[in-house]
């Protein structure tokens, strides 16, 4: 047998699988670690390709293992599904992940430092609190609804009574749904004020990276979406141009095209979800600011917009700024064309 040149690692939190294969693909040895024995394992073995899935832990695991002089690979669990030969368990993953990382053709993910991975909590972080404190007003809304108190449409008419709940204001309610929903009231101001200090936090790393401030010059493009494109997208450089970047965020058509003819559907929706929801939450406050300003739109938007609904357009939109954000993440510089418009 040969010198072991790929090891393929299927992570966990206490039990990992490791798979050994020398240069010609024949196993060298299956093997089960506990979390402490890692990195003895890997100082003990000569440098070498160490590839794992990207998951939650592999940032870390990847910078631990490459101080020990082995070139890590991260690759995208959808990647290493297909090398999975048959029964579903932790021997067979590590060994499509050792069979993987040789293809000539497969994609990594670039391994982030601790302060990347910092940088990209605090818009995750956030819209984790903004979905909290929209389930806890739907809450609210229903509960007063069934006590016969309507509170009316939007975000805003619903912040009222919580106000007046947390200041105690007399309101026509039971003593005991009182208690209820000053609780959930208190929950919502609770969380209004940790928004506070994530969004003042989020404004203070945005406004000190000098990327995060060029793509903020990109109509549809605020402080959110841009400290969320640079803190997720350490390299840019990996994507071969602008259509790449925008499929990975899956905002291209899908494919199911076969005998030469190509058939497209809707778009992917592949990838990371919060940054696709922004691009599209963006580049609708880009068609509403054309529509209430009475500006006149591009004629490419003109155009999309005289064939295809706005929720369409709106995609499109997004599409084309996934392409602008890539280029001004790989070229420098600001956006030159733009109009005077802010997203969130």
């Known amino acids: ?71 890590v690979r991260l690759i995208p669990p959808a990647y290493v599904k297909p090398f999975v030969k048959r029964q579903k368990n932790d021997a067979a993953d590590a060994e499509a992940i050792c069979e993987a990382v040789t293809r000539a053709t497969m994609r990594f993910v670039p391994v982030k430092s601790p302060e990347q991975q910092s940088a990209a909590m605090l818009p995750r972080s956030r819209a984790l609190l903004v979905k909290q404190r929209t389930i806890l007003l739907h809450a609210i809304r229903a509960h007063l609804a069934e006590l016969g108190i309507a509170t009316g449409a939007g975000v805003s008419s619903v912040t009222k009574m919580v106000g007046a709940l947390v200041r105690g204001e007399p309101l026509d309610l039971p ?28 404004a203070h790393w945005h406004y000190t990276n000098d990327l995060s401030n060029q793509l903020e010059t990109i109509p549809g493009i605020g402080l959110v979406t841009a400290s969320a494109l640079v803190s997720s997208i350490p390299d ?20 199911n095209s076969s005998g030469g003819k190509t058939r497209l559907g809707r778009i992917s929706k592949q990838g990371n979800k919060y940054l696709r929801q922004l691009l599209i939450l963006g580049a609708t406050s880009v068609l509403r600011y054309l529509r209430r300003e009475g500006s006149q739109p591009s004629p490419w938007i003109a155009g999309l917009l005289r064939r295809r609904p706005p929720k369409v357009v ?31």
């Open 236 to 255: 840019p450089s990996t994507f071969r141009s602008g259509r790449h970047f925008a499929a990975w965020r899956g905002l291209v058509p899908k494919q």
């Open 1 to 71: 047998m040969g010198e072991v040149s790929t090891i393929g690692v299927d992570l966990a939190k206490n039990v990992f699988q490791v798979h050994g294969a020398d240069a010609s693909g024949a196993v060298l040895f299956r093997k089960k670690l506990r979390r402490h024995q890692v990195l003895a394992f890997f100082a003990a073995q000569p440098p070498c390709t160490v590839a794992m899935e990207a998951c939650g832990s592999a940032h870390h695991w990847a910078r631990e293992i490459g101080r020990l002089g082995h070139a």
């Open 175 to 202: 003593d005991l749904a009182r208690v209820v929903l000053e609780t959930l009231a208190q929950l919502v101001f609770d969380l209004q004020e940790r928004l506070r200090t994530i969004d003042k936090q989020l």
């Open 314 to 344: 709106a995609v499109a939109r997004a599409n084309k700024m996934a392409w602008i954000a890539w280029s001004v993440m790989t070229c420098g510089g600001e956006y030159e064309d733009k109009p005077v418009l802010r997203a969130v």
